[in-house]
């Protein structure tokens, strides 16, 4: 076996370090570069495997295996009880996949813009611009929506808080919808806090942001959360 040339305190320069026939170029002490290296290959593959390790993304339950859709613990918490409802009305016939509700002043930006992504990947979609007349009951709408659909959304911008406001909705009847577990809201542009302030039910039910993701992003985990094979 090779023997080290080095004297008890080690190397004097790197070049004898990667000469000696017993080290070959490495040593308890190594530069910052060299350090680095080997971290990103060691730990910084085992979080990529892992998705997002210091958020704790993961991927969901009813994702397919080659999906790379990663999710938030509060996400998966929030979906789970929705995809399972989801699951179980899968039997029931001519439901459309999703029911979008959203502010009258969104129809033709966010609102047509989510409504597109969605059926870009083939979900049905129950929208509001479609198939709901101007001046309805919004509370009427989501009821009449999630009825005719296997999950509902509701995407929650500045101009939703003011329709919210506007209608002073009573939480008994937004709780009834809200305990079906079939809503999903959706914040864009705005936050879960200022949504709070207008209806604290309806900002007590954690969802997506597009704070967090991209409309397409969101609308990959809705396709998701709606896939089921029969």
């Not at 495997?49 to 613990?73: D, E, F, H």
């Amino acid at each position: 076996m090779a023997r080290c040339t080095a004297p008890v305190n080690g190397h004097r320069s790197a070049s004898a370090r990667a000469n000696c026939p017993a080290c070959g170029g490495y040593s308890s002490y190594r530069g910052y570069s060299d350090y680095s290296s080997s971290y990103s290959r060691s730990y910084g593959s085992t979080r990529s495997s892992s998705g997002n390790s210091s958020s704790g993304k993961t991927k969901a339950r009813w994702s397919s295996p080659t999906s790379i859709v990663l999710y938030t613990p509060s996400e998966i918490r929030t979906l789970t009880p929705i995809r399972e409802n989801v699951e179980k009305r899968i039997e029931l016939p001519d439901l459309r996949d999703v029911f979008l509700c959203h502010a009258w002043d969104d129809r033709k930006e966010s609102a047509k813009q989510l409504h597109d992504l969605l059926e870009e990947k083939g979900i049905t979609v129950w929208f509001s611009e479609k198939d709901v007349l101007l001046g309805s009951s919004l509370l009427r709408e989501i009821d009449k929506g999630l009825a005719k659909s296997r999950v509902g959304i509701v995407l929650v911008t500045p101009s939703f808080l003011k329709r919210i406001k506007g209608e002073g909705i009573a939480d008994k009847e937004l709780s009834a919808l809200l305990a079906r577990d079939l809503l999903v809201p959706i914040v864009h542009e705005t936050t879960y806090d200022e949504l709070r302030e207008v209806s604290p039910l309806l900002g007590s039910r954690s969802g997506l942001s597009t704070k967090e993701d991209s409309l397409t992003d969101i609308a990959n985990k809705l396709f998701e959360l709606v896939s089921v094979e029969e």
